[in-house]
Protein backbone atom coordinates (compact mmCIF):
# COMPACT_ATOMS: atom_id res chain seq x y z
CA UNK A 1 0.00 0.00 0.00
CA UNK A 2 2.83 2.30 0.65
CA UNK A 3 4.26 2.17 -3.09
CA UNK A 4 1.23 2.41 -4.43
CA UNK A 5 0.60 5.78 -1.95
CA UNK A 6 4.07 6.73 -3.00
CA UNK A 7 3.17 6.13 -6.56
CA UNK A 8 -0.06 8.06 -6.71
CA UNK A 9 2.20 11.37 -5.03
CA UNK A 10 4.88 10.86 -7.87
CA UNK A 11 2.05 10.96 -10.33
CA UNK A 12 0.96 14.13 -8.78
CA UNK A 13 3.84 15.78 -8.57
CA UNK A 14 4.50 15.41 -12.63
CA UNK A 15 1.14 16.31 -13.66
CA UNK A 16 1.31 19.29 -11.29
CA UNK A 17 4.59 20.85 -11.45
CA UNK A 18 4.91 20.51 -15.59
CA UNK A 19 1.74 23.78 -15.88
CA UNK A 20 4.08 25.48 -13.51
CA UNK A 21 7.04 24.55 -15.68
CA UNK A 22 5.95 25.82 -19.02
CA UNK A 23 4.97 29.13 -17.52
CA UNK A 24 8.39 29.56 -16.40
CA UNK A 25 10.00 28.41 -20.04
CA UNK A 26 7.37 30.29 -21.70
CA UNK A 27 8.55 33.91 -19.66
CA UNK A 28 12.12 32.77 -20.10
CA UNK A 29 11.54 33.10 -23.94
CA UNK A 30 12.83 31.54 -27.32
CA UNK A 31 16.77 32.00 -25.72
CA UNK A 32 16.25 29.05 -24.25
CA UNK A 33 15.12 26.76 -26.40
CA UNK A 34 17.67 25.89 -28.74
CA UNK A 35 15.93 24.24 -31.96
CA UNK A 36 13.45 21.87 -29.46
CA UNK A 37 10.01 23.29 -29.34
CA UNK A 38 9.38 24.52 -25.66
CA UNK A 39 7.20 20.75 -24.58
CA UNK A 40 10.41 19.07 -25.61
CA UNK A 41 12.66 21.12 -23.98
CA UNK A 42 10.88 20.72 -20.40
CA UNK A 43 10.80 16.53 -21.28
CA UNK A 44 14.65 16.79 -21.53
CA UNK A 45 15.02 19.07 -18.67
CA UNK A 46 12.51 16.88 -16.38
CA UNK A 47 14.09 13.63 -17.57
CA UNK A 48 17.88 14.84 -16.40
CA UNK A 49 16.70 16.06 -13.06
CA UNK A 50 14.64 12.54 -12.75
CA UNK A 51 17.78 10.63 -13.44
CA UNK A 52 20.72 12.53 -12.15
CA UNK A 53 18.29 12.77 -8.69
CA UNK A 54 18.50 9.16 -8.43
CA UNK A 55 21.91 8.62 -9.35
CA UNK A 56 23.02 11.10 -6.71
CA UNK A 57 21.07 10.04 -3.78
CA UNK A 58 21.22 6.55 -3.16
CA UNK A 59 18.26 7.25 -1.33
CA UNK A 60 15.96 7.58 -3.75
CA UNK A 61 14.18 3.99 -4.36
CA UNK A 62 14.61 2.88 -7.82
CA UNK A 63 10.87 2.24 -8.27
CA UNK A 64 9.79 5.78 -8.09
CA UNK A 65 12.48 6.82 -11.36
CA UNK A 66 11.49 4.20 -13.36
CA UNK A 67 7.68 5.41 -12.91
CA UNK A 68 8.68 8.38 -13.89
CA UNK A 69 11.02 7.70 -16.56
CA UNK A 70 7.81 5.54 -17.79
CA UNK A 71 5.11 8.16 -17.36
CA UNK A 72 6.76 11.35 -18.58
CA UNK A 73 7.69 9.98 -22.33
CA UNK A 74 4.05 9.20 -22.22
CA UNK A 75 2.40 12.44 -21.20
CA UNK A 76 5.03 14.19 -24.09
CA UNK A 77 3.10 12.00 -26.55
CA UNK A 78 0.13 12.68 -25.49
CA UNK A 79 1.03 16.29 -25.40
CA UNK A 80 2.48 16.54 -29.22
CA UNK A 81 -0.77 13.81 -30.67
CA UNK A 82 -2.93 16.95 -28.67
CA UNK A 83 -0.61 19.75 -30.59
CA UNK A 84 -1.45 18.00 -33.70
CA UNK A 85 -5.38 17.21 -33.56
CA UNK A 86 -5.70 20.78 -31.72
CA UNK A 87 -3.87 23.61 -33.38
CA UNK A 88 -5.24 26.18 -30.71
CA UNK A 89 -3.69 24.18 -27.87
CA UNK A 90 -0.40 24.37 -29.64
CA UNK A 91 -0.45 28.01 -30.03
CA UNK A 92 -0.99 28.59 -26.81
CA UNK A 93 2.57 27.15 -26.04
CA UNK A 94 4.77 27.27 -28.55
CA UNK A 95 6.29 30.80 -29.70
CA UNK A 96 5.21 32.43 -33.15
CA UNK A 97 7.92 33.59 -35.67
CA UNK A 98 8.75 37.30 -34.56
CA UNK A 99 9.75 39.98 -37.68
CA UNK A 100 12.80 41.20 -36.46
CA UNK A 101 14.28 43.18 -39.53
CA UNK A 102 12.23 44.65 -42.29
CA UNK A 103 14.05 45.90 -45.24
CA UNK A 104 17.57 46.27 -44.05
CA UNK A 105 16.32 48.17 -40.62
CA UNK A 106 15.74 46.64 -37.16
CA UNK A 107 12.40 46.58 -35.97
CA UNK A 108 13.93 47.11 -32.16
CA UNK A 109 10.48 46.97 -30.19
CA UNK A 110 10.20 43.23 -31.71
CA UNK A 111 13.81 42.76 -30.78
CA UNK A 112 12.86 43.76 -26.89
CA UNK A 113 10.07 42.07 -27.00
CA UNK A 114 11.65 38.67 -27.51
CA UNK A 115 14.94 39.49 -25.78
CA UNK A 116 17.08 39.87 -27.67
CA UNK A 117 20.21 42.52 -28.49
CA UNK A 118 21.90 43.73 -32.02
CA UNK A 119 24.61 41.69 -31.32
CA UNK A 120 22.36 38.46 -31.06
CA UNK A 121 21.03 39.27 -34.44
CA UNK A 122 24.41 40.60 -36.18
CA UNK A 123 25.92 36.94 -34.82
CA UNK A 124 22.94 34.92 -36.79
CA UNK A 125 23.42 36.86 -40.00
CA UNK A 126 27.10 36.58 -39.99
CA UNK A 127 26.36 32.68 -39.77
CA UNK A 128 24.37 33.08 -42.77
CA UNK A 129 27.40 35.10 -44.63
CA UNK A 130 25.78 38.14 -44.59
CA UNK A 131 28.01 40.52 -43.25
CA UNK A 132 25.75 44.06 -44.25
CA UNK A 133 22.17 44.00 -42.59
CA UNK A 134 21.53 46.40 -45.45
CA UNK A 135 21.13 43.45 -47.47
CA UNK A 136 18.22 41.84 -45.66
CA UNK A 137 14.80 42.15 -46.69
CA UNK A 138 13.13 40.02 -43.57
CA UNK A 139 14.78 38.89 -41.15
CA UNK A 140 12.80 36.39 -38.75
CA UNK A 141 13.52 34.65 -35.65
CA UNK A 142 11.42 31.23 -35.11
CA UNK A 143 9.90 29.64 -32.26
CA UNK A 144 12.76 27.16 -32.38
CA UNK A 145 15.47 30.69 -31.71
CA UNK A 146 16.87 30.34 -35.35
CA UNK A 147 16.39 33.16 -37.83
CA UNK A 148 14.99 32.76 -41.27
CA UNK A 149 16.10 35.28 -43.82
CA UNK A 150 15.17 36.63 -46.98
CA UNK A 151 17.53 38.30 -48.75
CA UNK A 152 17.06 42.25 -51.01
CA UNK A 153 15.80 41.14 -54.52
CA UNK A 154 19.29 42.45 -56.23
CA UNK A 155 20.97 40.71 -53.27
CA UNK A 156 19.73 37.32 -54.53
CA UNK A 157 22.45 34.52 -55.55
CA UNK A 158 23.03 33.96 -58.91
CA UNK A 159 25.08 31.69 -60.93
CA UNK A 160 27.93 34.24 -61.73
CA UNK A 161 29.81 31.56 -63.97
CA UNK A 162 26.73 30.89 -66.68
CA UNK A 163 26.59 35.22 -66.68
CA UNK A 164 30.17 35.22 -67.42
CA UNK A 165 31.18 38.34 -65.22
CA UNK A 166 33.60 38.68 -63.30
CA UNK A 167 32.72 38.50 -59.38
CA UNK A 168 32.72 42.19 -57.23
CA UNK A 169 34.31 41.44 -53.66
CA UNK A 170 32.10 42.27 -51.02
CA UNK A 171 32.47 45.26 -49.14
CA UNK A 172 32.78 44.71 -45.10
CA UNK A 173 29.84 46.20 -42.82
CA UNK A 174 30.98 47.75 -39.60
CA UNK A 175 29.14 48.57 -36.86
CA UNK A 176 29.57 52.19 -36.05
CA UNK A 177 26.81 53.33 -33.69
CA UNK A 178 24.88 50.61 -31.01
CA UNK A 179 22.28 52.03 -29.28
CA UNK A 180 23.16 55.97 -29.75
CA UNK A 181 26.94 55.05 -28.53
CA UNK A 182 29.48 56.25 -31.47
CA UNK A 183 32.23 53.53 -31.85
CA UNK A 184 34.93 56.68 -32.71
CA UNK A 185 37.53 53.78 -33.59
CA UNK A 186 35.63 52.98 -36.10
CA UNK A 187 35.74 56.31 -37.81
CA UNK A 188 39.26 56.40 -37.65
CA UNK A 189 40.09 53.02 -39.22
CA UNK A 190 37.83 54.97 -42.00
CA UNK A 191 39.50 58.50 -41.71
CA UNK A 192 36.49 60.03 -40.69
CA UNK A 193 35.32 61.92 -37.82
CA UNK A 194 32.08 63.20 -35.97
CA UNK A 195 31.56 65.94 -37.83
CA UNK A 196 31.09 64.06 -40.79
CA UNK A 197 28.77 61.33 -39.38
CA UNK A 198 26.51 64.21 -37.97
CA UNK A 199 26.52 65.64 -41.48
CA UNK A 200 25.09 62.26 -42.90
CA UNK A 201 22.85 61.98 -39.97
CA UNK A 202 21.43 65.41 -40.91
CA UNK A 203 21.37 64.98 -44.71
CA UNK A 204 18.82 61.75 -43.22
CA UNK A 205 16.88 63.99 -41.20
CA UNK A 206 18.47 62.44 -38.27
CA UNK A 207 19.30 65.46 -35.70
CA UNK A 208 20.16 63.32 -32.85
CA UNK A 209 22.39 60.10 -32.76
CA UNK A 210 20.78 58.88 -29.57
CA UNK A 211 17.49 58.42 -32.24
CA UNK A 212 20.03 55.72 -33.45
CA UNK A 213 19.46 52.35 -32.59
CA UNK A 214 22.32 50.63 -35.01
CA UNK A 215 24.26 51.94 -37.83
CA UNK A 216 26.86 50.12 -39.95
CA UNK A 217 29.31 51.58 -42.56
CA UNK A 218 31.13 49.51 -45.15
CA UNK A 219 34.93 50.62 -46.47
CA UNK A 220 32.85 52.38 -49.60
CA UNK A 221 31.98 54.86 -46.59
CA UNK A 222 28.04 53.79 -47.31
CA UNK A 223 25.96 54.52 -44.10
CA UNK A 224 23.06 52.31 -43.42
CA UNK A 225 20.88 53.17 -40.59
CA UNK A 226 18.09 51.61 -37.85
CA UNK A 227 16.47 53.98 -36.13
CA UNK A 228 14.91 52.85 -32.70
CA UNK A 229 11.04 53.57 -33.55
CA UNK A 230 10.79 51.91 -36.79
CA UNK A 231 7.95 51.10 -37.76
CA UNK A 232 6.50 47.64 -39.01
CA UNK A 233 4.34 47.73 -42.39
CA UNK A 234 3.85 43.94 -42.49
CA UNK A 235 1.88 41.43 -41.54
CA UNK A 236 2.70 39.48 -38.16
CA UNK A 237 4.24 35.65 -38.82
CA UNK A 238 2.26 32.56 -37.86
CA UNK A 239 2.75 29.50 -37.62
Same mark, same amino acid.
Given at each position: ?6 ? =? =? ?43 ? %????? !? ?25 ? $? ?15 ? !? ?27 ? %? ?24 ? &???? !? ?6 ? $? ?10 ? &??? %? ?12 ? $? ?16 ? =? $? ?5 ? =? ?14
Amino acid at each position: MDILRES =I =IILARILTIFPLFLFVTMYMGRRSLGEMPIFDFLIIITLSNVIGA %DIADP !DVDHIYTYLAVLVIPLLQKFVARLLIS $NRKIGKKITLDPTLVIQ !DGKVLVENLKRIHYSIDNILQMLRQKDIF %DISEVKIGIIEGNGKMSVLKQDSKME &VTIE !DLEIEKKS $NSLSLPLIVEGE &VYE %DILTYLNLDRVWLI $NELQKRKISQINRVFFAS =I $NEDKELH =ISLKKEKQHMPPFYH
